[in-house]
Every structure is written in structure tokens, then in C-alpha cells.
């Protein structure tokens, strides 16, 4: 018996849709259904370990990740700007010829060079690298220091110069900020490092761009370089280790009842014994020193915005946050116990918010204090004088 043509083709069409369903449902409904909730148990397995080396690698990965975000961003509109272009054509023949005509009448008046029209200047960006620098003519310790913004015993101590003297041509090593570049030796902290360099355990800490294997700990490794702000090379005179720390402009704080400034702020910690760390491009913030348990008061009236206890947050730790209302935030950090809530109105100089402390990314007994304007960190230090 013959079968028609078209009748053998319609079932073979048949058990093809019907393999292929079948197929589909398997692949869509099992298989990468099984793919996906196996990698979200590997994912919610292991993801702990990738947020433990991204915290210990922070700052070191800025720079390729808003590369790469640029990319992708500019990718896009390559790839949809026809498709725009075609569905908005706004750009019509009248509107060209207006812009051609406004161009032309424009041109002659705009154009206009100088002197060093191709000069380039030196943008003022963070670094986190230590860069060599080779001597120009007219160079000098002076000038290469101001140029860099670094102090010229930098320099000197990065390079193992004795004096000023420097000729054209000569390498020089400038690292990113003020202090000493330190090699980890086996068994240093940077407790010992701090002290070998008459500096604050806690600048280390703060500079972004030092690596630690335990953030949490600050624990080093054996042969990693680490910048040390502020720090001083140990074989410097006694008489000139007070020079520099005098140009480090120490302030202190001192007498019970804290001192109003002119714009309405007061000293946050009255019984203080000093600033530790001042406002820099990397800490845009002042810390204070003070025995765990010391009062802290309102700086500035407001109301209580934020307080967050007994989490990291950050590295923040027991903190509180305090808005006026007109755009200025206080905020105040490190805390062992905080006595304010939410919504709290607050008087400057005398509403107690807790107590100082060492919680959070801290290596000592300090405040942190921010001072905010309209969401832009600013030098605390402007507003308390």
C-alpha cells in the first residue's frame, strides 16, 4: 500500500515538532533549570571568599572597573545609535543648514591661541603608585616636592639623598603622599611600623591604595610595600623630627567646656588630647584621640538622621549622623556606645551622643569626625576654628 506523499510528510513534520518540543521542555525545564540552581548553590557557597579578596584588594581595582564600565557604556550606544538616530531623526536638512550657518558666524569670533596653546597641565588626581620622576632643567628638591605635593624630606628619604643636590636626568622615586615607603619585614605590624616611623597606626590603615591579607585585622605579608603617611625615616635628629612634626601644624583641644566657633560647631570631644590624623585627598576627616569612654558631644544643632550599633558598617563601626536641616551633616564615628536615637534633636556643644570608642576599622581609641555639605566630604578643621 502507498502512502501519499504529503501524507508522510505531514507526520514527519509532526514527530519533528514533537521531538523538538519535547527537546526544548527538557533543556528549558531540567537541564538549565539544574545548571542555574546548581551554580547559585556554588555561588552562595563560595561568594564569602570573593568578598573577602575584594575587600583585601580595595582601591586596586577602581581603575579597571570604571575603565571597563566606560567600554561597555560607549558599546551601547555604538550599537543602538542608528537604531536612534533612524526612530528620532531630529537632525532634519533645515536644522543642519541652521547649525552649518550659526558654526560659521561663530568660527571667527572663538578661535583664538596663545602662546602655550599645546601646553598640558597636570591634573591633581589620587595616586596610588609610586611613580618615577626623571630631573628637568630648572628642577629643583623645592620644586619637585610642590609639584607632587609631598614634603621634600619625601623625596630625600624615597631616593637616599643626603642633600639637595640633584642633576638633570636623575631617576627619582615619588610616592603617592607625605611619609616613607616601608618593605614588610617578617614579623612587622603595622603597630611596629607605625612606632619604627613615629606615626599613626591608623594613617596606615586610611591610606586606600595599602593592601592587608585580613582587613579586619590588618594583618600584613612578608615583602609587601606599604605607604606610610607622615612617617618619619628613624635616623632624623631629635631637633629635626620637632621641625617636621611642628609643619605637621599638631592641634589640640583643651579645657572642659568646648569652644564654639563662629559658624555655630564645637570641639566634639572637649576632653581630648589631640588630633591624630587631619583632613587629607584620602581622609577627609579629622581623628581624635581620647581614652575609650570619653563623652562626645553634638558639634553642630540638627537632628539625628542615621545610628547604626554594633555592626561594622563599613568599617564606621557605632556611629551616628546628624543633619542641621540646611545641608551640613556631622558624623560621628568609632564609638563603643551611642545614648541618641533617630530623630532626636540635638544642641551643639551640649548633647551628649555616646561615648568614644574603638569599634569598626580602627587600630586605637579614637572619633572620627566628618563634617558634610550638601553630601561633599569638607575640612572639619574650617569649621571647628
Given at each position: 500500500?502507498n502512502?501519499?506523499?504529503?501524507i508522510r510528510?505531514?507526520s514527519l513534520?509532526?514527530?519533528?515538532?514533537k521531538?523538538?518540543?519535547?527537546f526544548?521542555d527538557?533543556?528549558?525545564l531540567?537541564?538549565?533549570?539544574?545548571k542555574v540552581?546548581?551554580f547559585s548553590?556554588l555561588?552562595?557557597?563560595h561568594?564569602?571568599?570573593?568578598?573577602?579578596?575584594?575587600?583585601?584588594?580595595r582601591g586596586?581595582y577602581?581603575?579597571?572597573?570604571?575603565?571597563?564600565?566606560t567600554?561597555g557604556v560607549?558599546?551601547v550606544?555604538?550599537?543602538?545609535g542608528?537604531?536612534?538616530?533612524?526612530?528620532y531623526p531630529?537632525f532634519?536638512?533645515?536644522a543642519?543648514?541652521?547649525?552649518?550657518?550659526?558654526?560659521?558666524?561663530?568660527?571667527?569670533?572663538s578661535i583664538?591661541t596663545?602662546d602655550?596653546?599645546?601646553?598640558?597641565?597636570?591634573?591633581?588626581?589620587?595616586?596610588?603608585?609610586?611613580?618615577t620622576?626623571?630631573?628637568q632643567?630648572g628642577d629643583?628638591?623645592?620644586?619637585?616636592?610642590?609639584k607632587?605635593?609631598?614634603s621634600?624630606?619625601?623625596i630625600?628619604?624615597s631616593?637616599?639623598l643626603?642633600?639637595?643636590?640633584i642633576s638633570?636626568?636623575?631617576n627619582?622615586?615619588?610616592?603617592?603622599?607625605?611619609?616613607i615607603?616601608?618593605?614588610?619585614?617578617?614579623?612587622e605590624s603595622?603597630?611596629?611600623?607605625?612606632?619604627?616611623?613615629?606615626?599613626?597606626?591608623q594613617?596606615?590603615?586610611?591610606?586606600?591604595?595599602n593592601e592587608?591579607a585580613?582587613?579586619e585585622t590588618?594583618a600584613?605579608?612578608?615583602?609587601?610595600?606599604?605607604?606610610?603617611?607622615?612617617?618619619i625615616?628613624?635616623d632624623v635628629?631629635q631637633?629635626q623630627?620637632?621641625?617636621?612634626?611642628?609643619?605637621?601644624?599638631?592641634?589640640?583641644?583643651?579645657g572642659?567646656?568646648p569652644?564654639?566657633?563662629?559658624?555655630?560647631?564645637?570641639f566634639p570631644?572637649?576632653?581630648?588630647?589631640g588630633?591624630?590624623?587631619y583632613a587629607?585627598?584620602y581622609?577627609?576627616a579629622?581623628?581624635?584621640?581620647?581614652p575609650?569612654?570619653?563623652?562626645?558631644?553634638?558639634?553642630?544643632?540638627?537632628?539625628?538622621t542615621q545610628v547604626s550599633?554594633?555592626?561594622?558598617?563599613?568599617g564606621?563601626?557605632?556611629?551616628v549622623?546628624?543633619s542641621?536641616g540646611?545641608g551640613?551633616?556631622?558624623h560621628?564615628?568609632h564609638?563603643?556606645?551611642?545614648?541618641?536615637?533617630?530623630g532626636?534633636s540635638?544642641?551643639?556643644g551640649r548633647?551628649?551622643?555616646?561615648l568614644?570608642?574603638?569599634?569598626?576599622?580602627?587600630?586605637g581609641?579614637?572619633?572620627?569626625?566628618?563634617?558634610?555639605?550638601?553630601g561633599?566630604?569638607?575640612?572639619?578643621?574650617?569649621?571647628?576654628r
Amino acid at each position: 500500500m502507498n502512502i501519499p506523499r504529503y501524507i508522510r510528510l505531514g507526520s514527519l513534520v509532526r514527530k519533528t515538532t514533537k521531538n523538538l518540543s519535547e527537546f526544548t521542555d527538557f533543556f528549558f525545564l531540567y537541564y538549565l533549570k539544574r545548571k542555574v540552581v546548581n551554580f547559585s548553590h556554588l555561588f552562595e557557597k563560595h561568594k564569602n571568599y570573593l568578598v573577602k579578596f575584594l575587600l583585601m584588594k580595595r582601591g586596586r581595582y577602581n581603575r579597571p572597573f570604571l575603565h571597563m564600565a566606560t567600554m561597555g557604556v560607549l558599546s551601547v550606544g555604538v550599537l543602538i545609535g542608528p537604531y536612534l538616530a533612524d526612530t528620532y531623526p531630529v537632525f532634519t536638512q533645515q536644522a543642519r543648514a541652521n547649525t552649518d550657518l550659526a558654526f560659521a558666524e561663530n568660527q571667527q569670533q572663538s578661535i583664538e591661541t596663545t602662546d602655550n596653546v599645546f601646553s598640558t597641565d597636570r591634573s591633581e588626581k589620587p595616586r596610588d603608585k609610586v611613580l618615577t620622576y626623571t630631573v628637568q632643567k630648572g628642577d629643583t628638591i623645592s620644586t619637585i616636592a610642590k609639584k607632587f605635593g609631598i614634603s621634600t624630606d619625601t623625596i630625600k628619604w624615597s631616593n637616599d639623598l643626603s642633600s639637595d643636590a640633584i642633576s638633570v636626568g636623575d631617576n627619582l622615586k615619588i610616592i603617592p603622599v607625605t611619609g616613607i615607603l616601608h618593605k614588610v619585614g617578617k614579623g612587622e605590624s603595622i603597630y611596629t611600623i607605625a612606632k619604627k616611623y613615629d606615626t599613626e597606626a591608623q594613617k596606615i590603615v586610611d591610606f586606600p591604595f595599602n593592601e592587608f591579607a585580613n582587613p579586619e585585622t590588618f594583618a600584613l605579608v612578608d615583602g609587601q610595600e606599604l605607604i606610610v603617611p607622615d612617617g618619619i625615616k628613624p635616623d632624623v635628629s631629635q631637633n629635626q623630627r620637632n621641625t617636621i612634626k611642628q609643619q605637621q601644624q599638631t592641634f589640640f583641644a583643651q579645657g572642659a567646656a568646648p569652644a564654639v566657633s563662629a559658624g555655630g560647631f564645637s570641639f566634639p570631644l572637649p576632653g581630648s588630647t589631640g588630633v591624630s590624623q587631619y583632613a587629607s585627598w584620602y581622609h577627609m576627616a579629622l581623628d581624635m584621640t581620647a581614652p575609650i569612654g570619653t563623652p562626645v558631644v553634638a558639634a553642630h544643632n540638627g537632628t539625628v538622621t542615621q545610628v547604626s550599633i554594633g555592626s561594622w558598617d563599613g568599617g564606621y563601626g557605632n556611629n551616628v549622623w546628624i543633619s542641621d536641616g540646611q545641608g551640613t551633616d556631622t558624623h560621628y564615628a568609632h564609638m563603643s556606645s551611642v545614648s541618641v536615637s533617630v530623630g532626636q534633636s540635638v544642641a551643639g556643644g551640649r548633647t551628649v551622643l555616646g561615648l568614644s570608642g574603638n569599634t569598626g576599622r580602627s587600630t586605637g581609641p579614637h572619633l572620627h569626625f566628618e563634617v558634610r555639605r550638601n553630601g561633599a566630604l569638607q575640612n572639619p578643621l574650617l569649621y571647628l576654628r
